[in-house]
């Protein structure tokens, strides 16, 4: 069965200029949690040579001298941006994996009579056309090799339009291919195997298809022998249409300013355990334990130093946001310690279960406010995260994360809408 996997370019610049058009064409970066590192870039920062993860103040002179633009992430918009792309990609299969907010895999299972190439193409008309966002699309008879086949259209190294198809290549014509393609490019090998397979002589895409499955095997694990096999044309990795639940939920963020005191410490742990929990009931399971923690700054060498955590285990397993708050700040209590300045806190929720198959304790005090959650998460839903949520996440969040060059976010605020003039 073909398959395509579908990546929007630079995704959350391209959501930037879908609602900023002046962007276009302009060397734009987006910046991670206050307003740090470099997670996204233009093809135009690209070209002056930033890499992924570069910090903000170390290409500020590189900025001044070529006019980069500074933004901070919107993840409202980009989530929002991402579900109206899937939905579109949704069209044109009913075999899709979601795989990550900027990327898709859609079956081709029954479409023998099409033209994928033209159904690719297409695509990514409806994409741009619907949605604004520019997408590649790579098509090949394994996940592994429509990575690959999505790389090589993203760099023009094959197809054209932004599109490569691996199923019209010869094999003559695909080994010429992944000749000139260094082997970290393979989905799945990082850095450090990479330079594990170089010092076996393993460099090129090409010469890791020619490897023996069972002496990677051996000598590395059966995940990179998986690799050899699909890069062979031989499926191992199925499309999973349902998510997999997660086995664990962390909500964590470092603050804008360092805090000192208990109280702000308290809004922001209350606050991370809403976002956990709201995920927690989105994927139907409940919480058997979780973990709060505090930390300062390890890069401050010379201030004073403590990290903490402590993991609470619940006598009934629960997805209620008001139950597990006070649990985790009951934990915040005895992890504070007065007289450092915190740089992060966050929670996990761990030990985590169905919600439908949960049989409660015979003597369990505690019970879900299961249709005050509903509304909670309908309302949030409609207006917005946050609209309606417990007190104890505070007001004036003095903790809250940087993100002063932050555009507004156009989709999911009414107050921030778009206005055509």
């Not at 695909?174 to 195997?193: D, H, K, Q, Y």
């Not at 470092?254 to 410490?265: A, I, R, T």
Request: hydrophobic share 40%.
């Amino acid at each position: 069965m073909p398959i395509a996997l579908i990546d929007g370019n630079n995704f959350y610049v391209s959501c930037e200029r879908v609602f900023n058009p002046t962007l276009e064409n302009r060397p734009v970066v987006v910046l991670s949690n206050n307003d740090g590192c470099a997670v996204a870039r233009s093809n135009e920062v690209k070209a002056l040579g930033v890499k992924m993860g570069t910090p903000w103040f170390q290409m500020k002179d590189l900025a001044r001298k070529h006019g980069i633009i500074a933004l901070s992430s919107n993840y409202a918009l980009y989530a929002d941006m991402s579900n109206r792309m899937m939905s579109v990609l949704a069209r044109y299969s009913p075999d899709q994996e979601i795989y990550s907010i900027d990327e898709c895999f859609l079956g081709f299972d029954g479409f023998s009579n099409y033209d994928l190439e033209a159904h690719a193409r297409e695509m990514r008309w409806q994409v741009r056309q619907w949605v604004g966002i520019p997408v590649c699309v790579g098509i090949a008879e394994t996940k592994t090799l429509a990575k690959l086949a999505n790389h090589c259209a993203k760099k023009s190294l094959a197809g054209e339009e932004g599109v490569c198809d691996f199923t019209r290549l010869s094999v003559s014509e695909r080994s010429a291919l992944f000749a000139t393609i260094e082997v970290g490019e393979v989905w799945g090998i990082g850095p450090r195997m990479s330079r594990q397979l170089a010092d076996r002589g393993i460099r090129t895409v090409e010469a890791l298809r020619r490897a023996d499955p069972k002496a990677i095997r051996r000598e590395f694990s059966v995940v990179v022998e998986r690799t050899v096999m699909e890069l062979n044309g031989v499926p191992c990795l199925s499309l999973e249409e349902v998510a997999p639940a997660k086995q664990q939920i962390m909500s964590s963020r470092s603050f804008g300013n360092n805090v000192y005191d208990l109280e702000p410490l308290k809004e922001a742990v209350a606050s991370y355990v809403a976002t956990a929990a709201e995920k927690l009931r989105g994927q139907g399971s409940v919480a058997g334990m979780i973990q709060v923690y505090v930390r300062t700054n390890p890069h401050k060498e010379n201030a004073p130093q403590y990290s903490k955590g402590l993991t609470i285990p619940l006598p009934d397993p629960s997805d209620d946001t008001l139950y597990l708050t006070r649990v985790a700040l009951w934990g915040l209590r005895r992890v504070y310690r007065s007289g450092f300045a915190y740089q992060k806190a966050g929670v996990v929720l761990m030990n985590l279960t169905d919600a439908a198959n949960q049989q409660a304790s015979l003597f369990g005090a505690h019970r879900n406010n299961d249709r005050v959650m509903a509304v909670m998460d309908c309302v949030n839903a409609i207006w917005g995260r946050g609209t309606l949520r417990s007190a104890a996440t505070g007001i004036s969040k003095s903790w809250a994360m940087r993100r002063e060059r932050m555009s507004p976010r156009y989709t999911t605020e009414w107050d921030q809408l778009p206005v055509a003039i």
